[in-house]
C-alpha cells in the first residue's frame, strides 16, 4: 500500500482529531491516495464497531472510490441468533453484529462467504505455519488435529496451533494435543490457553492472569498499560512492569491496542474470561456480585483521577454498570464532569439519566448543582455563562422548561454585560430563550427576543447571511403560529431569498432550500393562494437568481399534521440535532418516526 499523503499533526492536510472531521476528510485522503498508484485498503472485523453516530451501518464509508483502490471488508453474519437474544444487551449486540452485513448488501457489494477449512487446507495450515517458527509435527499428530472437526475454524486452528509451538515437553505433546482438543468451542479453547497461562505467569504474582483479563473484560474499551499496571499494583504503587511484560508478549496475538487501550482482539477470549473468572458453577451462570465488584474497582479507580475525556468515558458507565444510582447521579450532576460528558455524547448523558428513571426530574439536581458551582467564581466569568447556556440546552431537550430558562437568562445576562448587548453570542442566547418560550407558549414574550436577536446578527453578518436566515425562519413561524401570516410572508420570503442567492453564488443548493421553499409555500397556502399561483410565484422568484426550484411547492396541500410538523420544525433549528431527536422517536414514538422518515423520504423524491 502506498504511504499516506500525511501524518497526524498540524497543518495543511493534518489528520483531524475529532471523528466527524474524519470522516468528511476520508474521501479526501482516498483520492490523495490512490494519486500516487494502486492500493488495497483492508478494514478487518467491521462487527466490533462501537453503535455510536450509526457506525455499523457505514454510513461513513464512502460510495464511490477511485478506480484504482480495492476494498476488502470482514464481519461476521451472526447468523446464530439464538445465542443472543436470552438478554437485552445481547440481543442489541445481535443487531450491532448484523447491521454491517446489510449495509454492504444494500448496497449491492459483491459479498463472499469464508467456508470452513477442509482437511487439506488444514495439513497445510499446519505445516506452513509451524514452518515459521521452525516447528514440526508428526504426521500422527497432524492427522489427530486434523480428524477434530472443530480445527476447520481457522481462528481455532491458530490458537490450537499458537499453543503446540511454545510447548516444550515432546514426550507428552499427545496427551496435550487431546488437552486442547476436549474444548469443542473457539471460547472453551482460549479458556484452556488462560489456564496455561495462569501455570506460567502466575509464579511470581499470583492471580496476574486473572486480575489483568478480568479488569481488560469489565473496561469500557480497554485500557492503557499504565492503567492496567496502576490497578494490578499495591500500596499506592503500580505493579513493576517486569511482571507484566512476559504475560504481555504471551497473549500478544490475542489482544489488540486501540487508540493506546489495550482490548481483546475478539469476542472469543472475552467471552472464555467472563466464562473462567465470571461464572457461578453452581447456578451454571454469570455471577452478578463478581462483575458488579469488578467494575466498582474500576469507578474507584477512575472516580480518583483528574477530570479528563478519559474519565468522563468510562467513570459514568461503570457506575451504571455497577448499578450504584447514587453515586452516577452524583457523577452526572458535577457540572465540570457534565461538561465534558455532554461533549463527548449528549445522547448517553440522557441515556444514563433514563436508566435513573429521573430524566423528567433531573433539572431541580442539576439547578442545585449549577447554584453551588458558580458560587465559587466571579459573577462575570465567561465560564459560568457556556456552562449555564450548556446546561440549560440539555434540559431544554429533555423538556426540563422550568429549570432551563432560569439557567439560559443567567448565560444572556453575562454574555451581555461581558461581551455587550450587540454582540453575535447574545443573539444565539435571545434565539435560545426565544424557542424556550414559544415551546412553553408564551409567544408574546418570545417576539421581542426574536427581533432584537435578527438585528444583532444583520449587524454582524450582514443581511444576506445563512444565519440571517435562520433568524427570520424562527420569527415568520411565531407569526404563522400567531395568524399574522401578512406579517410572515415578507420574512419569509426574504428567507428563500438569501438561500437562493447562496445558490447562486457558491454553485451548490443550500441544505436547507427545499425546506425553507415550502414552509414559504405553506404560508402562501394559508393566505389562501392556490397551488397554481403558488408554483408560479416560486417559479419567478428562483428565475431571478438563476435557480430552478423544480415544481417546488406543489406539495402545498399536503401539509404534515401538527405533531409532524413540530418535528420537522425542530430539526430545521438546529439539524445537528438529527441524531438525538431520532433516536428519541424510535424510543418513545415508533410511530411519529415512521412518519418523519416517511416525509424525509418524500422531500427527497422533490
Known amino acids: 500500500m502506498t504511504q499516506p499523503p500525511v501524518g497526524e499533526g498540524q497543518g495543511e492536510g493534518a489528520i483531524p482529531t475529532d471523528p466527524k472531521k474524519v470522516v468528511e476528510v476520508f474521501p479526501l485522503w482516498l483520492a490523495k491516495a490512490a494519486a500516487r498508484g494502486r492500493f488495497i485498503l483492508v478494514l478487518d472485523a467491521l462487527n466490533q464497531l462501537e453503535d455510536k453516530d450509526n457506525a455499523p451501518d457505514l454510513r461513513w464509508l464512502p460510495e464511490y472510490f477511485p478506480p484504482n483502490v480495492r476494498v476488502i471488508l470482514s464481519t461476521l453474519p451472526a447468523e446464530k441468533e ?28 459483491q459479498t463472499v462467504h469464508v467456508e470452513l477449512l477442509s482437511p487439506d487446507e488444514r495439513r497445510k495450515l499446519i505445516e506452513e505455519y509451524l514452518a515459521r517458527f521452525a516447528r514440526k509435527l508428526s504426521p500422527k499428530n497432524t492427522d489427530t488435529i486434523i480428524a477434530a472437526k472443530q480445527t476447520a475454524n481457522p481462528l481455532y486452528l491458530k490458537a490450537l496451533l499458537d499453543e503446540l509451538r511454545v510447548y516444550g515437553d ?40 486473572r486480575e489483568a483479563m478480568s479488569l481488560i473484560w469489565a473496561s469500557r474499551r480497554g485500557l492503557s498499560e499504565t492503567e492496567l499496571l496502576e490497578l494490578l499494583g499495591k500500596d499506592k504503587e503500580p505493579m ?9 508478549l504471551a497473549a500478544e496475538e490475542s489482544l489488540v491496542s486501540r487508540s493506546g487501550l489495550l482490548n481483546f482482539f475478539h469476542d472469543y477470549l472475552r467471552k472464555a ?28 479507580y477512575f472516580e480518583k483521577r483528574p477530570l479528563d475525556e478519559r474519565k468522563a468515558d468510562e467513570l459514568p458507565w461503570q457506575l451504571r454498570q455497577a448499578e450504584t444510582r447514587e453515586r452516577l447521579r452524583a457523577c452526572l450532576l458535577d457540572i465540570d464532569q457534565f461538561l465534558v460528558i ?28 449549577f447554584q453551588s458551582w458558580s458560587g465559587k467564581r ?46 453575535p453570542n447574545v443573539a444565539t442566547q435571545l434565539n435560545n430563550l426565544a424557542q424556550l418560550l414559544q415551546d412553553t407558549n408564551r409567544l408574546a414574550e418570545a417576539e421581542p427576543l426574536m427581533r432584537r436577536a435578527l438585528k444583532i446578527d444583520e449587524q454582524s453578518f450582514g443581511e444576506n447571511h445563512p444565519n440571517i436566515a435562520i433568524d427570520l425562519n424562527n420569527l415568520a413561524q411565531l407569526l404563522q403560529a400567531t395568524n399574522r401570516l401578512g406579517e410572515a410572508e415578507p420574512l419569509s420570503r426574504r428567507m428563500v431569498e438569501i438561500f437562493l442567492k447562496f445558490t447562486r453564488e457558491t454553485g451548490h443548493p443550500h441544505p436547507h432550500l427545499r425546506a425553507v421553499v415550502n414552509n414559504y409555500a405553506g404560508i402562501l397556502q394559508a393566505m389562501g393562494r392556490s397551488v397554481a399561483d403558488i408554483r408560479g410565484d416560486l417559479e419567478k422568484l ?3 437568481f438563476g435557480v430552478d426550484l423544480g415544481g417546488a411547492g406543489g406539495q402545498a396541500g399536503a401539509e404534515p399534521p401538527p405533531k409532524l410538523r413540530a418535528v420537522i420544525e425542530q430539526l430545521m433549528r438546529d439539524p445537528s440535532k438529527a441524531p438525538d431527536i431520532f433516536k428519541k422517536l424510535q424510543r418513545e414514538d415508533p410511530a411519529l418516526f415512521k412518519e418523519l422518515i416517511q416525509w424525509i423520504q418524500s422531500q427527497q423524491q422533490k
Open 82 to 109: 439464538k445465542d443472543f437474544t436470552a438478554k437485552d444487551a445481547e440481543g442489541a449486540k445481535e443487531q450491532v453484529w448484523r447491521r454491517p452485513l446489510e449495509a454492504l448488501k444494500r448496497r449491492g457489494w
Open 170 to 209: 515432546h514426550e507428552t505433546l499427545d496427551k496435550r494435543i487431546n488437552h486442547y482438543l476436549a474444548a469443542q468451542t473457539v471460547d472453551d479453547l482460549y479458556e484452556k490457553v488462560l489456564e496455561r497461562l495462569e501455570e506460567d505467569y502466575e509464579q511470581e504474582r499470583e492471580g496476574l492472569v
Open 240 to 248: 513493576p512492569r517486569a511482571y507484566w511484560s512476559p504475560l504481555y
Open 273 to 300: 474470561v467472563e466464562d473462567r473468572y465470571f461464572h457461578d458453577t453452581e447456578k451454571k451462570c454469570l455471577d452478578a456480585e463478581k462483575k458488579r465488584q469488578k467494575h466498582l474497582q474500576l469507578a474507584d
Open 342 to 369: 455532554q461533549g463527548r455524547d449528549e445522547v448517553e448523558l440522557m441515556g444514563y439519566w433514563v436508566w435513573l428513571k429521573e430524566e423528567r426530574v433531573m433539572g431541580k439536581g442539576y439547578l442545585e448543582s
Open 378 to 423: 466571579g459573577s462575570r466569568d465567561l465560564s459560568i455563562s457556556y456552562a449555564a447556556n450548556q446546561l440549560a440546552l440539555f434540559l431544554f431537550s429533555a423538556a426540563n422548561h422550568a429549570e432551563a430558562e432560569p439557567l439560559m437568562r443567567r448565560a444572556l445576562k453575562i454574555f451581555e454585560t461581558s461581551l455587550g448587548t450587540e454582540h
Open 542 to 544: 428562483g428565475k431571478r
